[in-house]
T-cell receptor
Framework: GAGVSQTPSNKVTEKGKYVELRCDPI?????LYWYRQSLGQGPEFLIY????????DSGLPNDRFFAVRPEGSVSTLKIQRTERGDSAVYLC????????????FGPGTRLLVL | KQEVTQIPAALSVPEGENLVLNCSFT??????LQWFRQDPGKGLTSLLL?????REQTSGRLNASLDKSSGRSTLYIAASQPGDSATYLC?????????FGAGTTVTVRA
């Protein structure tokens, strides 16, 4: 079966531009997570969706970051007015439900802001 | 806030040697603990998931232990192979989100 997919795999943009990162979770998984991984660090939690709603967005660094999951499946992470410090790997994960079963991770989107 | 530490940061061993990777966490009120493998430029692959009520979990050459009271987990990899070279990440599960350590980068020399 298909795993978690993320597009694009790589994204290079200029400072100040807007970017969208897409995540397709495993079919039937109701829980979806976004994490951000900087070089040499472990992933850091950004936001958690249960179904269509953002149950916890406390990890989003500021109001330039926003994520949606309108139909409870595909999710899009949106970053406005990108800054060089936003450069990182953005990882998406899904799980069957919120009760902490194994989270399955996608390959990530490598974002580079010049 | 949960803090997760992994020691050592890097490890190099000859093929065939057993690997011992350590993970410590500050808040013992956890739901579970998960070990992941990450290859360069790739996403995370789940290796083992230990529920908070369990003391250990095994899969093939891998064995992970959990001591919640002391805030520690250890991943053992028996008879290491060059294909085991990767970064291993420990992640502590709260109600729904994971808190990760920075990882241990393992090199197995042929």
């Amino acid at each position: 079966g298909a795993g978690v997919s993320q597009t694009p795999s790589n994204k290079v943009t200029e400072k100040g531009k807007y970017v969208e990162l897409r995540c397709d979770p495993i079919s039937g998984h109701t829980a979806l997570y976004w994490y951000r991984q900087s070089l040499g660090q472990g992933p850091e939690f950004l936001i958690y969706f249960q179904g269509t709603g953002a149950a916890d967005d406390s990890g989003l660094p500021n109001d330039r970051f926003f994520a949606v999951r309108p139909e409870g499946s595909v999710s899009t992470l949106k970053i406005q007015r990108t800054e060089r410090g936003d450069s990182a790997v953005y990882l998406c994960a899904s799980a069957f439900d919120r009760f902490q079963e194994t989270q399955y991770f996608g390959p990530g989107t490598r974002l580079l802001v010049l | 806030k949960q803090e997760v530490t992994q020691i050592p940061a890097a490890l190099s061993v000859p093929e065939g040697e057993n690997l011992v990777l350590n993970c410590s966490f500050t808040d013992s009120a956890i739901y579970n603990l998960q070990w992941f493998r990450q290859d360069p430029g790739k996403g995370l692959t789940s290796l083992l998931l230990i529920q908070s009520s369990q003391r250990e979990q095994t899969s093939g050459r891998l064995n992970a232990s959990l001591d919640k009271s002391s805030g520690r987990s250890t991943l053992y990899i028996a008879a290491s192979q060059p294909g085991d070279s990767a970064t291993y990440l420990c992640a502590v599960g709260g109600d729904y989100k994971l808190s990760f350590g920075a990882g241990t980068t393992v090199t197995v020399r042929a």
